[in-house]
Structures are given as C-alpha cells and as structure tokens.
C-alpha cells in the first residue's frame, strides 16, 4: 500500500504551472498534513520573479477551500495563499535538473529548515520524480571530478541530452512572504539592510562551523567537488566573451582572465580547504525578504545548497549589495561587520585572514559570472536578468582590483 501509495504521488507530480489542479492540491496538502476533511476547490495564480530565478518558475496560488475544510496544523489556519515553485519550463530547467537544484531545495525544506536558526519560508510541502540516494550521487560526483575536464564536458552533454528525453519532475509548496518587502538587485541596498543579511549569514555560518552535523548531509554537496564544473563552464563561455568584451577591459582585467585559465580548479578547490560551512550558495539581495516589524530577514531560494568557504558567501552577497562606484570604505566596513557578527556568535577570525578569503571568494565570482551572458545552456531573458548580471560583473571586477593573484591562493 506504501509503494502504491508513492507511485501515484509521483505519477501525479505536475510538470508544469499548467498542469496544477485543484485535486492535485487537495491532495498535497492533506499529504503535508494540513487539511483534515474537505478539499480545495478552487486556486488562481500570478507568477511572479520573471527573470529573477533563472532556473525556477514561481507562482503565488490563491486558494479556495470547501466549507468542511478544517487544519491540522501550521498555527491552526489553513493558508490562503502559497507559493508553488516549480521547475521552468525553458532549457535551464536541463541545467538546473542536471545540477540537482530541484532536488536539493526539496530536501532542504523537508530535512534541514527546522533546524536551522534564522527564518526562511514555511514548508507545506513538497515532492519529486525518483531519483538516486544522496550517498550514490556523491559518490558519482566524487569520481567524475577526478576525470579530466574534456571526458567530464562529454559526460555533462549525455547527461544533458538524457535529461532532455526525460525530464524528472518537480514540485514544491511553501509559505507565500511576499506581504513582506522583498529585496531588488536592481535596486539600491540600505546599509541597515546590508547589515541585517550579514547578521543573518553569520549565525548560518556559526551554526555549522566545522560541523559533523553538515557533514553528514550527503546531498549537500562540497564546493570542492564542483571544482571541474565551475571551470569548464568558464572554459565553454570565455574565449565568446574575451572576444566581445576584450577592447573594454583593462590589462589588469585580461591579466586575471589569463590567471584564471591556468587556475581555475585550485581556486575553486581552494574554497573547500579552510572551515567548512553551510553555504546557502545564492545569497544575494534578490533572495533575501525583509520582515521590517520584527526587524528579521528571511532566506529564500535554497536550491544552491553547498558546504564551503564563508569567504565565497560573503564576497558573493557583497558583490550583489555593493555596487562598483560605491567608496571602498564601504567594502571594508561591511566585512568587518560581518567579522563582528561571527565573533559575537563565537567564531573568531583575524581581520587580516578574513580579508584574505573574502578575496579568494571574491577571485572566484569573476570565474562563475563574468562569462556568464555568453553561455549557451542558459537564459536570462532580455530585461532585468541580464542587466542586474552586468551590474553584478562590474562590481565584481572593482573588488578584485587590488588583490595580489601570484599569492591569492597561498595560506596566510
């Protein structure tokens, strides 16, 4: 009955916005436990985010449920609104299946956020195609990074072309926050709400420092075993980009474009050899929701889980909340703020050290954006995507100006 049970489940996985129904909610939400009796007889939709998650499709559902309806859990009301994230329909839902996003920010949701001690999204619930034990998956990924890169970029268009004849499935229900203000890339970022993400990120960070707890998450995946992927990436989209883009680059820029052909795996590698931690792994201003009464930040988009380097988040969030023209003194301020927050949470670090890995995140940035708008496997759309992806280079580029690349990956 059990396995008759998860067969329908998944069969009945929807693949799309479009094939969301209300029977299919019903079901979903007595399977999370939240619907006693009755069922939901009605829904509406908007999508929301256009151009903001470039591998998801998210849709804020406006529920109707029968007058028997009665909850049974999540504070004893049933919700009238969520939001349903669901694989996009575009080619990078090819890319973001082969990178196992879908997976991974299912499991999140139903493993790992309660445990965690900032807020994120409440969970209704969530489901998926079959797919293998994390434990396998890590054992693949383990050997695939000891191959070259040339037999990993064949192994990568055959899992690719697999994924394409047959897509797995994906489905995801959780609290809708948008009444809360939510973050713009686009936008402007307060030093207050600078703040605010940093301090939310150091009690991440803090939580699993060093922790046996993440390492025994196999499907968070350690940023070092990405290493390969990261640069071949880079390699496919480079040459496009240096040929585009090169007459407005300035010699240091080319410079550091040589440098990261030569090392780009080390660099990558070298982020999973100091404290390992959690990493949210998109930590930017987009995917943060601000709760402006209780003074809180919430965390959304959990799909780039990861165990790394806090110098890789850190230059990743600050790259997106600081813009190129602001005064370095911003920069500096903000990552000392950050170290603060760890040592008030009782994680100590010298400043210089610190310092150190910042740079070697923020090294790594420019690897896994500045080519970002020349890959073929993904798109960004024509408005905002690729504009706040330019504005998010530039800033890159201006916090890399003075890092010293012929020792950036030596040990302090």
Not at 149 to 163: D, E, P, S
Not at 279 to 300: K, P, S, Y
Not at 330 to 337: A, C, Q, R, S, V
């Amino acid at each position: 009955k059990i396995e008759d049970k998860l067969l329908k489940i998944l069969k009945d996985v929807p693949f799309s916005l479009g094939e969301i129904t209300a029977d299919w909610l019903t079901m979903a939400m007595k399977d999370g436990g939240h619907l006693r009796t009755g069922e939901v007889v009605s829904f509406t939709h908007h999508v929301v985010g256009e151009e903001t998650g470039f591998l998801g499709e998210i849709a804020i559902l406006s529920l109707t449920y029968s007058s028997d309806a009665a909850a049974q859990s999540f504070d004893a009301v049933l919700p009238k609104t969520m939001v349903l994230k669901i694989p996009t329909p575009l080619k990078n839902r090819v890319m973001g299946q082969s990178l196992g996003v879908y997976e991974k920010e299912i499991r999140f949701y139903s493993q790992l956020k309660e445990k965690l001690n900032i807020r994120t999204p409440g969970y209704y619930y969530g489901v998926m195609s079959a797919a293998d034990e994390p434990d396998v998956i890590l054992e693949r990924l383990k050997a695939l990074h000891r191959l070259p890169i040339w037999a990993i970029a064949i192994f990568g268009l055959i899992v690719q072309w697999i994924f394409g004849l047959m897509p797995r499935r994906y489905a995801l229900l959780i609290e809708d926050v948008s009444h809360y203000r939510l973050g713009d890339q686009s936008a402007k970022c307060s030093t207050n709400d600078i703040k605010m993400a940093l301090d939310s990120m150091a009690t991440l960070h803090a939580q699993f420092w060093d922790s046996e707890a993440l390492q025994a998450l196999s499907w968070i995946t350690p940023v070092e075993l990405s290493a390969k992927l990261v640069h071949m990436g880079y390699l496919q989209s480079a040459n496009k980009y240096l040929k585009e883009n090169g007459a407005n680059l300035t010699e240091e820029q080319l410079k550091l474009h040589a440098w990261l052909k030569k090392n780009g795996v080390g660099l990558t590698e070298r982020l999973g050899k100091k404290s390992m931690t959690l990493l949210h792994g998109d930590f930017r201003v987009d995917n943060l929701c601000f709760d402006d009464d209780a003074g809180e930040m919430l965390l959304l988009d959990w799909q780039t889980t990861m165990a790394g380097s806090y110098g890789l988040e850190l230059a990743y969030f600050l790259s997106t909340a600081i813009p190129a023209d602001a005064p370095s003194e911003k920069l500096d301020e903000m990552i000392e703020y950050y170290r603060h927050a760890l040592d008030l949470r009782g994680i100590k670090i010298p400043a210089l050290d610190l310092r150190h890995e910042f740079n070697i995140g923020m090294v790594a940035i420019v690897h896994r954006i500045s080519p970002i708008l020349h890959q073929t496997q993904l798109e960004l759309g024509t408005g905002r995507g690729p504009a706040i992806m330019q504005n998010w280079i530039d800033s890159a580029y201006k916090k890399v100006a003075d890092v010293e690349l012929d020792s950036i990956l030596e040990a302090r």
